[in-house]
């Protein structure tokens, strides 16, 4: 199969990215799958949660955009068998500062990600809050996008800005670029609320929902302090459910996957 280069993408805060990659990606491992992670936010969220110290990093995902070091050198194994992680930390804000007078700026992940590309059957992209240079290289290099979704409130005017982006990147920067699905997180089971949101999104983007729902879950919640994935944290949570699901429906999808020459 050609490697799948997924992008987690929402430029709201908060609204489960870091925990659908890591647990998304911890779920496809178990499914037999080679998995990278990138974390593409400079809070270090996704790299912290998988027990990096991002404080003491001497190289991280901006020593490979500066030039200094190949990403296979700071690829670095995680407690899950066949999950990696590229590092970053706070460096990464010095970016948009960097590439300002580069050439083809938003294709820089694009090639610096290229030599280790087949490595893996899948890549996810940890993106974060914002549609500013880092998600822009993340929507150019990616072939998927995956957005996750709060159903606590109802943001579609948000939701509309990024596929606008999505369709804008697509139309300039990369023509392989498509919406693989909404997931919606943070479900609550106990209210109304969560529930309309869902029918909602469902009404605009029908075809572009995932099935499975991520329910709020305390187990997940906890999860990131523990440094484990769900799959190893709480095995048997409904949030350990919820994410194989997931990753079960995103694995369905490997057949529609057409071999493009990169
Ligand atoms: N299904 C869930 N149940 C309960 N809590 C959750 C769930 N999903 C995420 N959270 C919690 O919500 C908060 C935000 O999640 P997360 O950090 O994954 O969001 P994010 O979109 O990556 O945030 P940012 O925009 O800051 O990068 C975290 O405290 C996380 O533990
Ligand atoms: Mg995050």
Redesign the pocket.
Known sequence: MQTRIIAIT?Q???????????NLGACLAKLERKVLLVDL?P?G??STWLGIDINELDKSLFDVFSGSVEISNIITRTCVSSLDVAPSNISLTNIEKLFANIDEREKILQKKLAPITRRYDYILF????SLGLITINALTTAMEVII?L?TKVLSLNGLITLMNTVQLIKNSLNPYLNVTGIVA???DQRTNLSRMVVDKIKTGFNDKVFNTI?????K?????ISNLPITQYAPHSF?SY?YLALAEEVINGEENINPVIQ
Not at 126 to 129: A, G, K, L, R
Not at 214 to 218: A, K, N, P
Not at 220 to 224: G, K, R, Y
């Open positions: 929402n709201k805060g908060g609204v489960a990215k870091t925990t659908t990659t890591v936010d809070q969220n996704l940890d993106c974060p809050p996750p709060e997180c943070k479900y991520i329910r709020e879950s305390t997940l919640a906890e999860c990131p949030g919820d």
